[in-house]
C-alpha cells in the first residue's frame, strides 16, 4: 500500500511535469519556427541618397550615371507607386518630384483610390500644384492648424491587402533638392505589422483633416 502511494507521487512530481515539459517544449519550438517563417516573407530595402548634385541633370534627361545615381533611387519609388492594385495613402511634408505626381496621377486614372495628405504651409507656397492634384479627381487634405507642421514622410501601398500591401518611409522630401542634394534615407517594406500601424494613423489623420 505505501508503495503504491509512492509510486503515484513519484509519478505525478516527476513523470508529469517531464511529459508535459517535454511537450510545451516542443510545442513553443513549433510555434517559435511557424513565427520565423512568417517573418522571413517580409522584406526591407533601405535606400540612402548621398548628395550628388550632378544627379539634378541625370533626373531631368532620364539618363543614369549608374546604380547610385539620384535618377535611379527616384525610379525605384516611382516603381513602387505604379505597383499600387488598391489604394496609395501618401502622408508627407510636401510633394514636388513631377515623376511621382505623374505615376499618381496615373493610378488614379486606372482606378486606384489615392488619398494624399500634404503640410498646410508647404501647400500654400505650392498652391498651383494642389490644384492640379484636386482637379484630376485626387483627394488631398491638410492639417486644419497653422502652428504645425505635418512633418510625416510616408507611403501606404494596397494597405488593406496582406498579399500586396507595402509601404515606404523615411527622412527624404519628395523634392529634386531632396534627392539630389541632401543625405537622406528611405526604407521600404512590406512588414504587414508595420503597414497597419502607419494605416490606422493614417485614417485618424484622414478623418481629422480637411
Ligand atoms: C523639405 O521641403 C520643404 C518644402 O520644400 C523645405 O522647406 C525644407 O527645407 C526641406 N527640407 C530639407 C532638409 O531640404
Ligand atoms: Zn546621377
Not at 18 to 44: C, Q
Not at 179 to 189: A, F, G
Request: charge should be positive; glycine fraction near 2%.
Amino acid at each position: 500500500m505505501h508503495s503504491k502511494v509512492t509510486k503515484v507521487l513519484y509519478i505525478c512530481f516527476t513523470v508529469i511535469p517531464l511529459v508535459a515539459a517535454y511537450f510545451i517544449k516542443s510545442r513553443y519550438k513549433r510555434l517559435k519556427a511557424e513565427l520565423e517563417e512568417e517573418k522571413n516573407d517580409y522584406y526591407y530595402q533601405n535606400i540612402f541618397i548621398h548628395s550628388k548634385f550632378e544627379c539634378r541633370e541625370h533626373i531631368l534627361q532620364a539618363t543614369s550615371c549608374g546604380e547610385e545615381c539620384s535618377l535611379n533611387h527616384l525610379l525605384t519609388l516611382v516603381h513602387f507607386i505604379a505597383s499600387a492594385k488598391e489604394s496609395i495613402s501618401l502622408c508627407v511634408l510636401t510633394l514636388q518630384l513631377l515623376n511621382i505626381l505623374k505615376e499618381l496621377t496615373k493610378a488614379h486614372e486606372r482606378g486606384i483610390k489615392v488619398r494624399i495628405i500634404l503640410d498646410k504651409e508647404m501647400i500654400a507656397v505650392d498652391n498651383l500644384r494642389l490644384q492640379r492634384l484636386r482637379k484630376s479627381g485626387i483627394q488631398v487634405k491638410t492639417q486644419k492648424s497653422d502652428n504645425s507642421y505635418l512633418h510625416h514622410k510616408f507611403c501606404l501601398i494596397d494597405e488593406k491587402n496582406k498579399n500586396s500591401a507595402k509601404m515606404f518611409c523615411g527622412s527624404l522630401n519628395l523634392t529634386l533638392q531632396g534627392i539630389v542634394r541632401n543625405y537622406e534615407h528611405v526604407t521600404l517594406t512590406n512588414d504587414y505589422d508595420m503597414i497597419q500601424s502607419f494605416s490606422e494613423e493614417f485614417e485618424k489623420l484622414w478623418a481629422d483633416f480637411d
